[in-house]
């Protein structure tokens, strides 16, 4: 049997609020669900894990609507889903009243219950959260049980807010697989027993690195699961080292470069180390421009002469900063340095 694990789909969500990708980006998570559903009927997986999160809050029912078709246009893959924290079941919500095709499951309880696939000999288990936070492990007490021959548990959360678990205590549980939500960053816990899919597209910036879901088969040989890269983009975190012949234009050119190299359709984070001619200040704002870049930090330092600044300040507090620091090589001491000589500067600059 083959299943396709998915989490942290977060439907509705627009990542970067306020950036110019922001409203594109909303629409290709949808897309890339969509894509999904395209790759589960070309590839036809037995089932189709969804664990937790797949709107980012609460559905409306035109998404609902929208969701169910894509479903029902895979009828041979039997889809099982859960509400994680992000898509609760609070009261009056759409998902507790929304009627779906034959082969959807939403495993919608508030304590673990379990749905029997007897065609694959699959019993899955989960629950759904009914807060955005709970504190008590949801899934301690859960074990595998009834006549068929193969058990998954859906899981969704793992850290202190979230249904708080010991991964070794969840794996010694029983379960052939546990296939986890909550955590975006993709995550083998236990090879081919327990594994964060990630959120299917980053979205936000600290999310780097690929994404994407878990391709699993369930056998008389155990589970065998591998991780599928799938986002459309991905946030990059990119350093440029900067030199005193570094100007405004040379930069944002190094920047644009190594963006077309990396892929124009990521979003980066730039960081600039170095140090830069004496008197620059590199804007931001221009480099944001050059393309998807949602933040800048900048680590330069002027590129302080200090015998030069020993002899026009001689008798002077900024003379004999330059000079008791003259030869450092610790980088603390090269901090302090050129950090102290700036703020001596600018002080006397006012």
Known sequence: MRFFHVADVHLGMEPDLGCPWSKR??????????RLIDRVRTE???????????????PLLRELKEVSALFASVPDT?????????????????YLSFTWPENVTGLFGQSCER?????????????????REITENLYGQARPSGAMKY????????????????????????????????????????????????????TTLNQTGEHGYIDGTLDGRGV?????????????????????????????????????????????????????CENL??????????????????????????????????????GAYAEYFEGADRRVEQKALYYGLEALLNARQE
């Open 78 to 94: 039997q889809v099982i889903l859960m509400a994680g924290n992000h898509d609760y079941l609070k009261k009056g919500s759409y």
């Open 224 to 276: 065998r699961i591998s991780f599928v890269p799938f986002a459309v983009c991905e946030y990059v975190e990119l350093t440029l080292q900067i030199d005193e012949d570094t100007t405004q234009f040379s930069l944002e050119q190094a920047l644009a470069a190594q963006m077309e190299r990396r892929g124009p359709e990521n979003i980066y984070r730039v960081t600039l180390e170095g140090l830069r």
């Open 151 to 202: 058990h998954i548990l859906l899981a969704h959360g793992g850290d202190d807010r979230h249904s708080p678990w010991k991964k070794e205590e969840m794996a010694a549980a029983g379960f052939d697989y546990i296939a986890c939500g909550h955590i975006h960053k993709p995550e083998i816990l236990i090879p081919d027993r327990m594994a964060y899919a990630g959120a299917l597209e980053p």
């Open 281 to 318: 200040e590199f804007s931001k704002r221009r480099l944001k421009e050059t393309g998807n870049v949602v933040e800048i930090t900048d680590r330069t330092r002027p590129a302080y002469r200090l015998e030069q600044l020993k002899r026009e300040y001689a008798g002077s507090l900024i």
């Open 25 to 34: 980006r909303q629409e290709e998570i949808w897309d890339s669900f969509r």
């Open 44 to 58: 036809k997986p037995q089932v189709l894990l969804i664990a937790g999160d797949l709107f980012h809050r609460q």
């Open 115 to 131: 749905v029997d696939l007897p065609r694959h000999s699959l019993a899955v288990y989960g629950c759904s959260y009914y807060s």
